[in-house]
C-alpha cells in the first residue's frame, strides 16, 4: 500500500487553440477500466461531431493500468504524448480526453505531440489535484496534566486533531500519516511518561482539501 500518492480530486475541462484547431482535454478521477472506459464513451457521444477523441488513462497502485489511443491521429502523436503527461505527474486513476476538432491546418508530428500534451497539462491544471496519505486514527487519552505536552508535540508534528472531548479525563483523536506514526507513539509515550493511553484505530487515506481533512474509505 503505498504512503501517499496523488490523484484527480474534481475533474475539469480546458481548451487550446492551434492553428484554428480546437483541443478540447477533459479530465474525470476513475477507480476502474470499466469507470475509464464509460466516461470516454459518453465525451464521444458529447462530442459526436469532432474530428478526433483521443484519450489516456492510468489506474492502479503502482499503475498497473496504463492505456491511450491516437483515435485516428497519426501514430504516436496524441495517446502516447498525453499518458505520458500522466505518468510524468505521476497521477494515479485519472482518464483524459483531449478532443479536436480540425481546423483546416496541418499540425505535422510534432505539432500534434505539442498540441495533445499541452491540452492534457492544462486539463489537468484546472483540476483539482490532491495527495492522498496513508495512515490511521489515534486515540490519546490523557490526564489534564499531561494535555499541554501532547498538544505541543501534536501541533509540531502537524497532526490533526479530529476530535477532542473533555470528561474527566481528555481524549483526542488524532490523524496520523504512516510514516509519523512510530515517531509520535515514542514522543508521546516519552513526553507523558508512559501516562497517556493510546489505542490504534482504523487505517484509511486522508487529505487536506480547500483547508479542511476529508478520509477516504479506500
Not at 480540425?102 to 508530428?109: E, I, N, P, Q, V
Given at each position: 500500500m503505498l504512503s501517499e500518492y496523488k490523484t484527480v480530486y474534481e475533474g475539469g475541462e480546458a481548451e487550446i487553440i492551434e492553428k484554428k484547431s480546437r483541443f478540447i482535454a477533459t479530465v474525470q478521477p476513475i477507480r476502474t477500466e470499466e469507470e475509464a472506459l464509460e466516461f470516454i464513451e459518453k465525451v464521444k457521444k458529447q462530442h459526436w461531431s469532432a474530428t478526433h477523441n483521443c484519450f489516456a488513462y492510468t489506474a492502479g497502485e503502482r499503475f498497473e493500468i496504463q492505456r491511450c489511443s491516437d483515435d485516428g491521429e497519426p501514430s504516436g502523436t496524441a495517446g502516447k504524448p498525453m499518458l505520458d503527461v500522466l505518468l510524468g505527474e505521476k497521477i494515479h486513476n485519472i482518464v483524459v480526453v483531449v478532443t479536436r476538432y480540425?481546423?483546416?491546418?496541418?499540425?505535422?508530428?510534432g505539432g500534434l505531440v505539442r498540441a495533445y500534451s499541452k491540452a492534457t497539462q492544462e486539463g489537468i491544471a484546472v483540476s483539482k489535484i490532491i495527495t492522498k496519505m496513508h495512515g490511521c486514527k489515534l486515540k490519546i487519552t490523557t490526564d489534564y496534566t499531561g494535555?499541554?505536552?501532547?498538544?505541543?508535540?501534536?501541533?509540531?508534528?502537524?497532526?490533526?486533531?479530529?476530535?477532542?472531548?473533555?470528561?474527566?479525563?481528555?481524549?483526542?483523536?488524532?490523524?496520523?500519516?504512516?510514516?509519523?506514526?512510530?515517531?509520535?507513539?515514542?514522543?508521546?509515550?516519552?513526553?507523558?511518561?508512559?501516562?497517556?493511553?493510546?489505542?490504534?484505530?482504523?487505517?484509511?487515506?486522508?487529505?487536506?482539501?480547500?483547508?479542511?481533512?476529508?478520509?477516504?474509505?479506500?
Open positions: 480540425f481546423g483546416g491546418t496541418l499540425l505535422g508530428t494535555l499541554g505536552k501532547i498538544q505541543y508535540i501534536l501541533g509540531q508534528s502537524g497532526i490533526t486533531v479530529l476530535e477532542s472531548i473533555y470528561t474527566e479525563k481528555v481524549v483526542l483523536n488524532v490523524l496520523v500519516p504512516e510514516e509519523k506514526e512510530k515517531e509520535l507513539i515514542e514522543e508521546i509515550v516519552e513526553g507523558t511518561n508512559g501516562q497517556a493511553l493510546i489505542e490504534k484505530g482504523e487505517e484509511c487515506y486522508f487529505s487536506k482539501i480547500d483547508g479542511e481533512m476529508v478520509i477516504f474509505q479506500d
